[in-house]
T-cell receptor
Framework: AQKVTQAQTEISVVEKEDVTLDCVYETRDTTYYLFWYKQPPSGELVFLIR??????QNEISGRYSWNFQKSTSSFNFTITASQVVDSAVYFCALSEYGQNFVFGPGTRLSVLP | GAGVSQSPSNKVTEKGKDVELRCDPI?????LYWYRQRLGQGLEFLIY????????KSGLPSDRFSAERTGESVSTLTIQRTQQEDSAVYLC????????????FGPGTRLTVT
């Protein structure tokens, strides 16, 4: 069965610090997809990244980077030089091919000025 | 084009009444999903549609909940005989195809049962 674990319930950092949000997943499939979403205080979920199980290359987008490691079933998300606008709840999600998404419980990130 | 829209944005209803929530997906998206998010909680999967077929209804909390979709467009989530524990934000999302593509979320409907 699919499962996503985000062990960090809440994280607080001071602006400009780097922060890593952990995501560990479980799946029996060899073909699957991983996602990160951001839910700012306004409430609307925003898609950040999609990764398929055959692509383990890390990705960087501005201050955001993602580290996908199949060996540890992890898909961690790092924000470099965090900003107050990064304050949000971040969800990791997993989808097996042809199946529904499973979301993790989310990590609430607070970036303090 | 436009994103996913949901209506109403807020709904206050009395316990025992029926409510209907509407979702308009992004045009061309064949997959549509409903989630429930209680205050401060994560996303609870309710149901998804591939076209107008709902192969997985396992997430519906009880038989008071039902959903339908017309073709590959509008979906409605109906809650009958609402209970206070139904109070939550109901989120709709759509994607180009089931599972392999990212979901785009609507703003949600905040349901309050008094």
């Amino acid at each position: 069965a699919q499962k996503v674990t985000q062990a960090q319930t809440e994280i607080s950092v001071v602006e400009k610090e780097d922060v890593t949000l952990d995501c560990v997943y479980e799946t029996r499939d060899t073909t699957y997809y991983l996602f990160w979403y951001k839910q700012p205080p306004s409430g609307e979920l925003v898609f950040l990244i999609r990764r398929n199980s055959f692509d383990e290359q890390n990705e960087i987008s501005g201050r955001y980077s993602w580290n996908f490691q199949k060996s540890t079933s992890s898909f961690n998300f790092t924000i470099t030089a965090s900003q107050v606008v990064d304050s949000a709840v971040y969800f990791c999600a997993l989808s097996e091919y042809g199946q529904n998404f499973v979301f993790g419980p989310g990590t609430r990130l607070s970036v303090l000025p | 084009g436009a994103g996913v829209s949901q209506s109403p944005s807020n709904k206050v209803t009395e316990k025992g009444k029926d409510v209907e929530l509407r979702c308009d997906p992004i045009s061309g998206h064949t997959a549509l999903y409903w989630y429930r998010q209680r205050l401060g909680q994560g996303l609870e999967f309710l149901i998804y549609f591939q076209g107008n077929s709902a192969p997985d209804k396992s997430g519906l909390p009880s038989d008071r909940f039902s959903a339908e979709r017309t073709g590959e467009s509008v979906s409605t989530l109906t809650i009958q005989r609402t209970q206070q524990e139904d109070s939550a934000v109901y989120l709709c999302a759509s994607s180009w195809r089931l599972s392999t593509y990212e979901q785009y979320f609507g703003p949600g409907t905040r349901l309050t049962v008094t």
